[in-house]
């Protein structure tokens, strides 16, 4: 059957062809804006229907189309950041970002386990390692953009101007204000391979319940966050202290939600990093991204939220 946008002899329209092309930048961008991929999903959505709503002669009158379709989506984020803050004092819980997998590991649990279509997948730089995107938590929603939008994506501070709607002057004062804040919560680069170790040390170290183990991987002053969304069982509040982490993460490798399972922990590639995937049959459960310094772990973040997992589910299920 052919599509409204196909011409009549079936083949695709190269003007469609172009803009649907922007869709995977359209996804990266949203997703760091968002922290979340299903509502950056909904966001390049509502772009390009505003953009069919158009009259082909409107359509045409836009010299950019990719651009036009950025400062909309960009709008759109902005919109929704503005209204996240009060829906965050609602959510259930601590909210951590959408984990993603590894491109290679990529499955929609929308889709029965289907390989995502690649203009869906958003390129795993370091802008999207999970302490980059809590770090984007903590700004306003007009540093988040302008800062996203200029270092992350190159665009001028005249082209965020137009998407923030403040002078590109004060979008220049926002990314400095931004980038502060992310020297300030930056940890000393520690190499990827040794990231990859302290990762396969701390996996070992909790299959076997070894606490002085998990202790010594463990800064002394470290983090931990659950994020259940009030769906499924997590830690209620922040786990502070290498002793106190540990000794929560073999009770709950015993006991989950009430009941006792044997868990499968799997390492694997969360946000670009080193991570941990916690299956129980065949299930993914939880998704743990760390934040390491040296050879230390200082901050742990678990998403055990179902609808935050969907990206993880069916690729779990693909294993067993």
Same mark, same amino acid.
């Given at each position: ?36 991929? !299903?509502?950056?999903?909904? $966001? ?9 709503? *158009? ?25 929704? &950041? ?9 959510? $259930? ?9 590894? +491109? ?25 390692? *999970? ?12 540093? +988040? ?8 994506? +190159? ?20 990314? /400095? ?21 302290? $990762? ?12 002085? !183990?998990?202790?010594? &991987? &463990? ?12 769906? $499924? ?8 202290? /290498? ?32 991570? &941990? ?36 589910? /069916? ?6």
């Amino acid at each position: 059957m052919r599509t409204q946008f196909e011409p009549g002899d079936g083949r695709i329209d190269p003007s469609l062809s172009a803009i649907m092309g922007e869709r995977r930048q359209l996804i990266n961008l949203a997703y760091r804006l968002l922290g979340s991929l !299903a509502d950056a999903e909904d $966001v390049v959505q509502e772009a390009y229907v505003r953009w069919y709503a *158009m009259s082909p002669r409107q359509q045409e009158a836009i010299e950019s189309p990719g651009g036009w379709l950025t400062r909309v989506a960009g709008r759109i984020c902005l919109d929704q &950041l503005r209204s996240a803050r009060a829906r965050r004092e609602s959510y $259930v819980g601590e909210w951590i970002p959408e984990p993603l997998p590894d +491109r290679t590991e990529w499955a929609d649990g929308r889709q029965g386990g289907a390989t995502a279509d690649p203009a869906d997948r958003v390129t795993l730089d370091e802008s999207v390692s *999970m302490a980059f995107l809590v770090v984007l938590e903590s700004m306003t929603p007009a540093e +988040r953009v302008a800062f996203v939008l200029h270092d992350v994506f +190159r665009y001028s501070f005249a082209e965020v101007a137009e998407i923030v709607g403040r002078s590109p002057a004060a979008c220049r004062q926002l990314a /400095s204000s931004a980038r502060r804040r992310i020297r300030a919560a930056h940890e000393p680069a520690t190499p990827a391979a040794r990231r990859a170790t302290v $990762v396969k040390d701390f996996r070992h170290a909790w299959e076997t319940k070894d606490i002085a !183990a998990l202790i010594g &991987l &463990l800064d002394p002053d470290a983090t931990a966050l659950a994020d259940g969304g009030g769906l $499924v069982n997590a830690a209620p509040r922040p786990l502070v202290g /290498s002793e106190e982490i540990a000794r929560y993460l073999v009770a709950v490798s015993v006991v989950i939600d009430g009941q006792a399972f044997d868990q499968k922990i799997l390492e694997r590639t969360v946000n670009g990093q080193p991570g &941990l995937v916690v299956q129980h049959d065949g299930v993914t459960t939880s998704v743990l991204a760390f934040d390491i310094a040296g050879d230390r772990i200082t901050r742990l973040w678990a998403i055990r939220n179902p609808e935050k997992l969907r990206s993880w589910t /069916s690729y779990g299920k693909a294993l067993n």
